[in-house]
């Protein structure tokens, strides 16, 4: 009855099982109890499910006092913006994020996504340009930026100069790797790939 494991996952299986109330009273008492966030977790994302904003901030607040140096938090924050539509608030919500964490790939990546759709892309450049300077071994960053000049008009070339710097930058990494196979593929070259 102590582990907090199965409680949680007891919890969420009552979540699916239609025990709402039940379900929801349990993952809030085990998240209100544990030092750990997985019950906090799962009781965001039921609740961000249900489009029940209001109760997932609650939690996310919960969350934020058990890690207020990571960026998480931040990051869940901006995701209920984005769900509610609010993206000058998702967008803020993501920027804290980053003074938490600045290298929250998922937050850069989704500020990227936001300088997108609002047409600009040059600031979303700056900021994948920005990560890959201060980590030059992030090979998901890399991967990014080279994604990010191949849908905003960049040339076959300038594509792949990005994603051999990738694989030279990590290369352990088998997805640097399959990345520039396939881009040199869909070139027309089957021998380079």
Request: avoid cysteine.
């Amino acid at each position: 009855p102590d582990d907090v494991q199965i409680r949680t996952s007891t919890a969420v299986v009552r979540l699916a099982g239609g025990a709402e109330r039940e379900a929801f009273d349990e993952l809030a008492a085990v998240a209100k109890a544990d030092v750990g966030i997985q019950a906090d977790l799962a009781l965001i994302s039921a609740r961000m499910g249900r489009a029940e904003f209001d109760a997932a901030l609650r939690a996310i607040d919960a969350l934020a006092l058990k890690v207020p140096q990571q960026a998480l938090a931040d990051f869940l924050r901006a995701r209920v913006a984005l769900l509610q539509r609010d993206a000058v608030a998702a967008r803020r919500h993501f920027e804290a994020a980053l003074r938490k964490e600045p290298g929250y790939m998922a937050a850069v990546t989704s500020l990227v996504m936001l300088d997108l759709a609002d047409k600009k892309p040059v600031p979303a450049r700056a900021r994948l340009d920005a990560l890959v300077n201060a980590e030059p071994g992030n090979a998901e960053a890399r991967l990014a930026l080279a994604e990010l000049v191949a849908r905003t008009g960049g040339s076959q070339a300038e594509v792949a100069a990005l994603l051999k710097a990738a694989v030279k930058a990590k290369p352990s990494d088998a997805n640097t790797h399959l990345a520039l196979a396939e881009h040199v593929l869909a070139g027309g070259d089957a021998q380079g790939a």
